[in-house]
């Protein structure tokens, strides 16, 4: 699954898709590959607070300065006076995910204290009562359960929310059918940012661009691999071929499954059309974890895909333009713009 | 190890992925913990008690490897009939010595074996190589029993000794549950023999205790038990605290020991002279014989053409130890004005050493220091930033210590070698020039030497001798005069004095004065005139005939040998143990020793040559001895000699322990211990109340050790930008601590502040019918940083106690402590100010008593007497 062949913005003979597959099972939360990244691409310390709840985590998340991001969550046994407060507050309506209380206590913390919480909380911090109450097996009380470590990082997506939002053309597609930002020609205007599903792109805050990971665009175009997975000491984070990082993963998967770890899963790469993620990730991972404990979403679509007619398709039938609607037109047009 | 040697630790998930079972022991849950398939919580201090659980389990089971025990152990060997064990004497050996805390070790010796006469005169922690080694010993009329019966052999006396031992006692002493142990034991069990081995890895957390070095015996002893040294995938591994810590040791920093662990020459009769040297470091028996070789030729490479026969090659001239001048005697010296300067070099003792507010104080008792570093460190700036000058205890105006701050190289700005765990040698090169005025340390010393020799060339004064022969005519290069690292590597690895060729080997040395060499167990590193550390060649590493060995990436010392005393691997007739363990073999056809690393044997010794009773030198090591060090060829399940504080590693309490010894009430802690007991090092006593929590410490990823380099690098800074302590949240339930929020760490030494980590990582340890909470603290953190990003907070160091392990006076970095919530009152170290009972009457230069350390058998926990914290 590749992006449409016309929304390759850069031309090279002999390109293929590249990727990143990140394999959770081998990592040992280092943070080198969040390092590593910050040097190769001059990226500012973009400050932290000590987290409350936070694990080993206190950059809290992907960022205009911080283009990989080690997740750590613990997850611990719940005791079955927790279970039996998650059913209740089921059966009283609650639902979905409330917040977990860190340390201790079984009381809810109120908004204030949420808001206070350094670095607020993320979904990785939250409960999802219906786990609790059927498998006790999500963040609760008493024991520690495993703590995993997960390197986040933009999804090169197939279907790019960022690239279908951006007005100006900054956001381009390249001949590695990664996805980047142009920041000359970037004008701050935001709209990537609410139509990237997996939060990842941001604002620089000091001079207003778009700034996320570009899968080192510079090292590809001389053959290297991204700073992140030469710095992984384990592997975890491989780089390569997207086709060949498919293959791997899913070789990688019946064999964990071999192994007994049947939780093992890819996720954001899948055959079938209604299951994929955005089209399909360039940057994809394994887990054996839900997605929601790491703060991916279960599903993701570019809003456009979602919400209108593909950008895509509408690049490609140009005399479907003028019914598809002020926004497309615009972002097509300017798409276009950019590839001259 | 996925913690602090994330980038070894990748070999260990390879080895996961390959099927390998990882086991971790550790107080502190670590990334290490969250890759493993089992992991044991222990409580820190506790750890013999976990291994002679293992030993115990082993013998019970009938488990241990016998042929490899009986044949290359001294399991056979029968012990004298004086020997008593703890057992026998409620946790004593027999000699103890109570007015001096030490023993006399006479009654230790195999039986008909004698030693050589010096052993009983060892000064405390100042023991000599030979007597580590056993060299000195003759063996020639010992007697063994192969059957293992006789209950006056080690095996008998291991399994008398390690009985108590039991799963139950092991959950009592170290809170780990009966089936973790078990679970532990049938892992380590199932996967040894002669199908296959196991590793066992430690780092620096293992050596910080009071009974550092017998916990690393323990577990040499459960490896040997179960046929793991000597043997591919098998061994003892030293995960280092920092780069070259190995080299440290191998050419050392170490004040008891010459390059090559040749002894230190020591104030006494017998080190006045080069034959009386040779003959107490030496051995008649064994790979030690050869002691004269190693020690003329690094006199030559020192002293050049004046060391000649007739002058003993300078030996007399050498300066003599007359006691400890480790670290912790010379700052204690320091504190009482009995140090005029210091050069610290690599290193952050205001941060990074024990009690760290004592040391501080010292350092503003001397005349001068030297501070070489890559930044203004902590121990740099103690006299116009620390909590002590904080609190106003002192000032600027009052410390006298005129500080001299020199910019150092970082390791990419200079060339040279690291000598690393596995005892690698891997060179680099310069990758680009240190800014400014920064310089490599070895550009430094040299400068130095050129700039003080001179000024001794007129002096007739005999301990002028060695500065005024020393060979110092390095070659340099560049604009700033740098001396060739490559030629210092080339007098370490030895050379022919007539011809200047570098050596090919320490089989080369001479004790005639015809080679030089400045470290005779690298000897050979720069073989065939080539920088062989340079080697980049893994070779074929799939190659499954020995692919793996790569013995072309590096050099290893000793001859390029990656697995010591790999002899082992083979059985008694030379055969390996099996052919998924193969690696060194005997060739029938050939009468050699080969296979895929460096034979560690004399290479035409048949397997089946037996050593007459009166044979000397390597004669006396029979076909089928494959510790070649050793005077008997055996590895030591029970040690005759060479350690202070028993053959047998027992379980003894850390120094500063909540709970009670219940295997040996009446003695507590280590009683051959060092302590300095004074007025400005309070210790909290064993069992207090006051201190009801076990700390330990600990290293982050993020940050490197005493911090400067990683706390002032913003991308390193930010992601642990704070000092914390990991607790668990029943103890923190229990006094009011949150999450994130501040706590206060208590010791007798003084309070500092973290932010609290209240997570189930931490859990309470349930010891039979007592629960103890644990805290776990990084120690990175200091006062000062030179970048505006960079991070400053609490030092752990200033709550920790000065103590030390009686072999090596390393540190006890297990003590007791108790938490509360919210931040310090004071500056960390206060309470002891007002302590300094030595500051109103300095005693100059004389020599005093600073260096002799206390003996623990003084404030064992029976002995409650010591001073409360109300002063």
């Given at each position: 699954?590749?992006a ?11 390109a293929q898709r590249?990727?990143f ?20 691409n001059?990226?500012?310390a973009d400050?932290?607070v ?5 694990s ?11 283009w990989?991001?080690?997740?750590f969550?613990?997850?611990?046994a ?12 089921l ?5 979905g995910?409330?917040p977990?209380?860190p340390a ?8 204030e204290?949420l808001?206070?919480?350094a670095?607020?909380?993320?979904d990785?911090?939250m409960?999802?009562?219906v786990?609790?109450?059927?498998q ?21 997506c197939t279907?790019?929310?960022?690239l279908?939002?951006?007005?100006t ?12 930002v ?15 599903p997996?939060?990842?792109?941001d604002?620089d805050?000091y001079?207003?661009?778009a ?8 090292r590809?175009?001389d053959g ?9 000491p384990t ?14 993963a ?6 964990l499954h ?5 939780n093992?899963?890819i ?14 990730l360039?940057?994809?991972?394994l ?14 679509e570019?809003p456009?895909q979602e ?10 039938l ?6 598809a609607?002020?926004v ?5 047009a ?6 001259r | ?6 980038v ?9 992925e390959?099927?390998?079972k ?17 992991y044991l919580?222990?409580?820190a201090?506790?750890?013999i008690a ?6 115990h389990?082993?013998i ?8 490899y ?11 004298n ?14 000699g103890?010595?109570p ?8 009654t ?10 010096a ?7 100042t ?13 020639g ?12 052999c ?8 390690y009985?108590r ?8 002493i ?18 040894s ?11 620096v ?6 009974t550092?070095?017998?916990?690393i ?9 179960l ?18 810590i190995?080299?440290?040791?191998d ?27 040779i ?9 030690w ?6 020690a003329?030729?690094?006199?030559k490479a020192w002293?050049g ?18 006691g400890n ?7 204690l ?12 070099m690599?290193?952050?003792p205001?941060v990074?050493?024990?009690h760290a507010g004592l ?14 570093d ?41 060339e ?5 765990t596995q ?6 090169d310069k ?7 920064a310089r490599?340390?070895l ?6 030497a ?15 001798w ?18 060739s ?7 370490i690895?030895?050379y022919?004095v ?8 320490f089989?080369?040395?001479k ?12 000897s050979?590193?720069f073989?065939?005139?080539v920088?062989?550390?340079?080697r980049r ?8 005939e ?9 050099w290893?010392w000793?001859?390029n040998?990656r ?10 007739e ?7 363990k ?14 895929y ?5 004399p290479v ?7 050593a ?6 390597m ?7 494959p ?10 399940l ?10 047998f590693?027992t379980?003894?309490?850390?120094f500063?322990s909540?709970?009670?010894n219940?295997?040996?009430p ?6 051959t211990a ?5 007025e400005?090092n309070?210790l ?5 109340p ?5 700390a330990?410490t ?8 005493a ?10 800074a930010?992601?642990?930008p704070?000092m914390?302590?990991e607790?668990?949240p029943e103890?923190a339930?229990?006094?009011?601590i ?19 980590k209240?997570t ?15 805290i776990?603290?990084p120690w990175?953190?200091?006062?000062f940083k030179?970048s505006?990003q ?24 297990t ?10 009152d ?32 003084q404030t064992?926990?029976?002995d409650?007497?010591?001073?409360g914290?109300?002063?």
């Amino acid at each position: 699954m590749s992006a449409a062949a016309s929304e390759v913005a850069i031309k090279r003979e002999g390109a293929q898709r590249m990727g990143f597959f990140t394999d959770t099972t081998v990592c040992i939360g280092c943070k080198a590959c969040e390092v590593a990244c910050k040097q190769w691409n001059d990226l500012p310390a973009d400050g932290s607070v000590f987290r409350k709840g936070g694990s080993y985590d206190h950059t809290g998340s992907l960022s205009a300065a911080t283009w990989r991001h080690v997740r750590f969550v613990e997850t611990v046994a719940p005791t079955p006076s927790r279970q039996e407060a998650a059913r209740k507050a089921l059966a009283e309506g609650g639902g979905g995910n409330v917040p977990r209380i860190p340390a201790a206590g079984y009381q809810l913390p109120s908004t204030e204290a949420l808001a206070g919480a350094a670095g607020g909380v993320t979904d990785s911090e939250m409960v999802d009562l219906v786990a609790v109450a059927e498998q006790g097996d999500v963040t609760g009380m008493e024991t520690l359960d495993r703590w995993v470590f997960m390197s986040d990082v933009c999804k090169h997506c197939t279907n790019a929310g960022c690239l279908d939002a951006c007005p100006t053309g900054a956001l381009v597609r390249t001949e590695f059918e990664t996805v980047i930002v142009q920041p000359d020609i970037c004008n701050g205007c935001g709209y990537c940012i609410p139509s990237c599903p997996f939060g990842v792109i941001d604002r620089d805050p000091y001079d207003g661009r778009a700034a996320k990971c570009t899968l080192c665009y510079d090292r590809l175009e001389d053959g290297l691999e991204p700073a992140c997975a030469k710095a992984c000491p384990t592997d975890s984070i491989q780089f390569g071929p997207w086709e060949e990082l498919v293959k791997t993963a899913k070789g990688r998967v019946v064999e964990l499954h071999e192994r007994g770890f049947e939780n093992a899963y890819i996720y954001g790469v899948d055959d079938h059309p209604d299951d994929q993620l955005a089209g399909n990730l360039g940057a994809f991972f394994l887990l054996t974890e839900p997605p929601e404990r790491f703060g991916l979403p279960a599903h993701a679509e570019s809003p456009i895909q979602e919400n209108g007619p593909p950008a895509t398709a509408a690049g490609l039938l140009s005399g479907a333009l003028a019914l598809a609607g002020a926004v497309a037109s615009v972002v097509v047009a300017h798409r276009r713009a950019g590839r001259r | 190890m996925a913690e602090a040697h994330p980038v070894g630790f990748r070999w260990v998930m390879k080895a996961k992925e390959r099927g390998a079972k990882i086991i971790h022991v550790d107080p502190h849950y670590s990334r290490t913990s969250a890759v493993s398939d089992l992991y044991l919580p222990i409580r820190a201090g506790s750890d013999i008690a976990l291994l002679g659980g293992l030993i115990h389990h082993i013998i019970e089971t009938d488990s241990y490897f016998k042929e490899y025990v009986v044949n290359y152990t001294n399991a056979a060997t029968i012990i004298n009939e004086k020997f008593q064990d703890t057992e026998d004497l409620a946790g004593f050996f027999s000699g103890f010595d109570p007015e001096t805390g030490t023993y006399d070790r006479s009654t230790w010796m195999y039986e008909g074996g004698e030693v050589a006469a010096a052993a009983g005169q060892r000064e405390h922690s100042t023991q000599a190589f030979s007597d580590r080694t056993g060299a000195g010993m003759m063996t020639g009329n010992v007697r063994s029993d192969p059957t293992l019966q006789d209950p006056r052999c080690v095996f008998q006396l291991l399994k008398k000794h390690y009985s108590r031992y039991t799963p139950e006692m092991v959950e009592q002493i170290c809170g780990i549950p009966r089936e973790s142990f078990l679970e532990l034991a049938e892992s380590l069990i199932a996967n040894s023999g002669r199908e296959r081995t196991t590793m066992l890895t430690y780092a620096v957390g293992w050596t910080q205790h009071s009974t550092g070095v017998q916990m690393i015996r323990a577990g040499a002893i459960v490896q040997l038990l179960l046929g793991n040294v000597g043997r591919p995938g098998g061994g003892v591994m030293a995960m280092r605290g920092h780069a070259s810590i190995q080299g440290s040791s191998d050419i050392p920093t170490l004040y008891e020991l010459l390059p090559g662990y040749l002894p230190m020459p020591r104030a006494s009769e017998e080190d006045t002279t080069l034959e009386g040297y040779i003959e107490s470091g030496g051995s008649a028996r064994g790979w030690w014989s050869h002691f004269d070789n190693y020690a003329v030729s690094l006199l030559k490479a020192w002293f050049g053409d004046a060391a000649t026969k007739e002058n003993g090659y300078g030996f007399a001239w050498l300066p003599k130890i007359s006691g400890n001048h480790s670290h912790f005697p010379t700052m204690l010296r320091a504190m009482d004005g009995g140090l005029d300067g210091l050069f610290v070099m690599g290193q952050n003792p205001a941060v990074g050493s024990m009690h760290a507010g004592l040391q501080r104080r010292a350092l503003g008792h001397l005349k001068w220091l030297v501070v070489r570093d890559l930044a203004e460190i902590e121990s740099a700036n103690f006299w116009k930033d620390s909590p002590e000058v904080r609190s106003g205890e002192t000032s600027p105006e009052q410390i006298g210590t005129e500080v001299f701050l020199m910019p150092a190289a970082s390791h990419v700005e200079k060339e040279g070698h690291f000598t690393n765990t596995q005892r690698l040698l891997q060179w680099r090169d310069k990758a680009l020039e240190p800014p400014g005025d920064a310089r490599s340390e070895l550009h430094f010393v040299h400068h130095l030497a050129k700039r003080i020799l001179p000024r001794y060339a007129e002096s007739e004064e005999g301990k002028d001798w060695p500065l005024r022969h020393l060979k110092w005519d390095y070659p340099e290069h560049g604009e700033h005069a740098e001396p060739s690292a490559e030629a210092v590597l080339k007098e370490i690895g030895g050379y022919d004095v007539a011809s200047g060729k570098a050596l090919s080997g320490f089989a080369d040395l001479k004790a005639d004065g015809s080679t030089a060499c400045g470290c005779w167990i690298y000897s050979g590193c720069f073989a065939d005139e080539v920088n062989q550390p340079r080697r980049r060649n893994p070779g074929d590493v799939n190659d499954p005939e020995g692919g793996s060995v790569s013995p072309e990436w590096g050099w290893a010392w000793p001859a390029n040998r990656r697995i010591l005393y790999n002899r082992a691997s083979a059985d008694p007739e030379g055969k390996p143990w099996s052919e998924r363990k193969k690696y060194i073999w005997w060739d029938e056809a050939e009468q050699k020793w080969t296979g895929y690393d460096v034979p560690d044997f004399p290479v035409d010794k048949k397997p089946g040559y037996r050593a007459d009773d009166d044979a000397e030198g390597m004669d006396a090591i029979s076909g089928d001895d494959p510790f070649i060090m050793m005077a008997d060829g055996r590895a030591w399940l029970y040690s005759p000699s060479g350690l202070l504080d028993g053959p047998f590693p027992t379980h003894y309490e850390p120094f500063e322990s909540p709970v009670d010894n219940v295997l040996y009430p009446k003695v507590g802690g280590n009683p051959t211990a060092l302590t300095w007991k004074r007025e400005d090092n309070p210790l909290n006593v064993a069992a207090d109340p006051r201190y009801p929590v076990v700390a330990s410490t600990f290293r982050l990823t993020e940050h490197h050790t005493a911090g400067p380099m990683s706390r002032n690098l913003p991308w390193l800074a930010e992601l642990q930008p704070e000092m914390f302590a990991e607790i668990d949240p029943e103890l923190a339930a229990e006094r009011g601590i949150e999450d994130g929020g501040w706590m206060t760490v208590m010791t007798e030494r003084g309070e500092i502040e973290a932010r609290a980590k209240v997570t189930y990582r931490v859990a309470p340890l349930r010891m039979g019918d007592r629960t103890v909470h644990q805290i776990s603290m990084p120690w990175h953190w200091g006062t000062f940083k030179t970048s505006e990003q960079g991070v400053t907070g609490d030092s752990l160091n200033d709550i920790s106690a000065l103590s030390g392990d009686p072999n090596t006076s390393i540190e006890d970095k297990t003590f007791s402590c108790d938490v509360r919530a919210g931040r310090r009152d004071r500056e960390s170290t206060a309470r002891l100010a007002g302590r300094e009972a030595h500051e109103h009457a300095r005693p100059g230069h004389e020599d005093h008593g600073a260096e002799v350390p206390d003996k623990l058998s003084q404030t064992t926990q029976s002995d409650h007497s010591q001073p409360g914290p109300q002063s």
